[in-house]
């Protein structure tokens, strides 16, 4: 069973900069497609901050291009998430998500897994 540990949440003052990470365990059978990280503010929907392929491609909210860096690891299904210049309109839950896939004899099978989420707090 795969598992995501996430770490690097925190309070922080408007203009600081925290790094989130998340592991991915118990993967070996699988083979990675992207990993990313979700954010949901309070009491608004989850949204998406960044996300990488395993090939390094990237794409970001348009609320944090230029402020937020996201980078892999894919020997260890790991990925960071670099905030600099952090707002208080940057408060919320920050979950990880990864996105991996098992081919068979038979098929190919998706597979989708989330972390338990971490509190990111921005004070102004």
């Known amino acids: 069973q795969v598992q995501l540990v996430e770490s690097g949440g925190g309070l922080v003052q408007a203009g600081g900069s925290l790094r989130l990470s998340c592991a991915a365990s118990g993967a070996s059978s699988f083979t990675l497609d992207s990993m990313g990280w979700y954010r949901q503010p309070p009491g608004k929907q989850r949204q998406l901050v960044a996300v990488i392929t395993s090939g390094g491609r990237t794409n970001y909210a348009d609320s944090v291009k230029g402020r937020f860096t996201i980078s892999i690891d894919n020997a260890k299904n790991t990925v960071y998430l670099q905030m600099n210049s952090l707002k208080p309109e940057d408060t919320a839950v920050y979950y990880c998500?990864?996105?991996?896939?098992?081919?068979?004899?038979?098929?190919?099978?998706?597979?989708?897994?989330w972390g338990q989420g971490t509190q990111v707090t921005v004070s102004s």
């Open positions: 998500n990864a996105e991996f896939h098992r081919v068979t004899v038979v098929d190919s099978y998706d597979y989708d897994y």
